[in-house]
T-cell receptor, first 113, second 111 residues
């Protein structure tokens, strides 16, 4: 069963709010990812965790703070966001070894007002 | 620099009218080429992974093929429910599992 579960599905937050996006997978994958996708554009990589350690940060602003509490969970903490941060945020997971398929969740729609 | 180009950007077909989507790529040390389907407002759904030139994979009305420079997604006798954006992505050599995505092909199948 290839399933990555993301909550919430929709989130509206003000520019001064603090919120979190959550992601869970039970496929035994040890690599987890956050992607950002704007309308009519492909997903853009934000962060990669391998074995619960941050391995890639694609120069993402510090108002986005990732956390990997264990091998099944991935969080994205949001603080002081800007309206241009409104997008679909996608969590994904895979085996750590290169060449393995990366499976995506349904995404969390974020609107910053 | 690794790069993926998909064509056409948009494709409108009549139900039953077969066609192909193209994904051209340049990558150092291909470790995998991936096809995804994405419905509006949802995450990409995995379709196929191809690893080496000459490889082919099929699923229902879809067939993916791979050469050293490009991949094709053939759609045979499409139905309206095949309407979606089809994304191609490659993973190159290096220490990361980063996917390089194309901009996608928006497919509309009319009944």
């Amino acid at each position: 069963d290839t399933e990555v579960t993301q909550t919430p599905k929709h989130l509206v937050m003000g520019m001064t709010n603090k919120k979190s996006l959550k992601c869970e997978q039970h496929m035994g994958h040890r690599a987890m990812y956050w992607y950002k996708q704007k309308a009519k554009k492909p997903p853009e990589l934000m962060f990669v965790y391998s074995y619960e350690k941050l391995s890639i940060n694609e120069s993402v602003p510090s108002r986005f703070s990732p956390e990997c509490p264990n091998s099944s969970l991935l969080n994205l903490h949001l603080h002081a966001l800007q309206p241009e941060d409104s997008a679909l945020y996608l969590c994904a997971s895979s085996q750590v070894t290169g060449g393995n398929t990366i499976y995506f969740g349904e995404g969390s729609w974020l609107t910053v007002v | 620099e690794d790069q993926v180009t998909q064509s056409p950007e948009a494709l409108r077909l009549q139900e039953g009218e077969s066609s192909s989507l193209n994904c051209s790529y340049t990558v150092s040390g291909l470790r995998g080429l991936f096809w995804y389907r994405q419905d509006p407002g949802k995450g990409p759904e995995f379709l196929f992974t191809l690893y080496s030139a000459g490889e082919e994979k099929e699923k229902e009305r879809l067939k993916a093929t791979l050469t050293k420079k490009e991949s094709f997604l053939h759609i045979t006798a499409p139905k309206p429910e095949d309407s979606a954006t089809y994304l191609c992505a490659v993973q190159g050599g290096g220490a990361t599992n980063k996917l390089i995505f194309g901009t996608g092909t928006l497919l509309a199948v009319q009944p």
